[in-house]
C-alpha cells in the first residue's frame, strides 16, 4: 500500500509557474504508474497527467498539453507536476494517483491510491 501527500498548491496568479509535488510512501515507488487528476467545484474528476514508472513514458489532456509537465523522480519517492501559462479554469483540487498495473491509464477509477488533494486557484 502507498500513501501519498501532495503539495505546492494555493492561490497563484496567472504568470506565475508553480510546481506541485506528491511525496510517496510505504511502498516501492518506482512499481507505480503516478497520474494527476483535478476536480473543479461541481464537475467530475478529470485527468491532467500521466507518467509510466520509469518515467520515459507520458500523457496528457489535451486541456493542458504544452503547457503542463509531468515528471517524476524515483529516488526521492516524488512526482511533480508543473504547472505554466495557468488559466482560471485551470482552478480545482489537484490529487495524485498511484496505479499498480503496468499500463497508463486515463480513468480516475483504474487508479489504486489517492492523496488527499491540494487545492490551486488561478486569478487573473
Known amino acids: 500500500q502507498v500513501q501519498l501527500v501532495e503539495s505546492g498548491g494555493g492561490l497563484v496568479q496567472t504568470g506565475v509557474s508553480p510546481r506541485l509535488s506528491c511525496a510517496a510512501s510505504g511502498a516501492t515507488f518506482s512499481s507505480y504508474v503516478m497520474g494527476w487528476f483535478r476536480q473543479a467545484p461541481g464537475k467530475e474528476r478529470e485527468f491532467v497527467a500521466a507518467i509510466s514508472r520509469s518515467g520515459g513514458s507520458t500523457y496528457y489532456a489535451d486541456s493542458v498539453k504544452g503547457r503542463f509537465t509531468i515528471s517524476r523522480d524515483n529516488a526521492k519517492n516524488t512526482v511533480y507536476l508543473q504547472m505554466n501559462s495557468l488559466k482560471p479554469e485551470d482552478t480545482a483540487v489537484y490529487y495524485c494517483?498511484?496505479?499498480?498495473?503496468?499500463?497508463?491509464?486515463?480513468?480516475?477509477?483504474?487508479?489504486?491510491?489517492w492523496g488527499q488533494g491540494t487545492q490551486v486557484t488561478v486569478s487573473s
Open positions: 494517483a498511484a496505479r499498480l498495473i503496468t499500463m497508463i491509464s486515463m480513468r480516475p477509477r483504474e487508479y489504486d491510491y
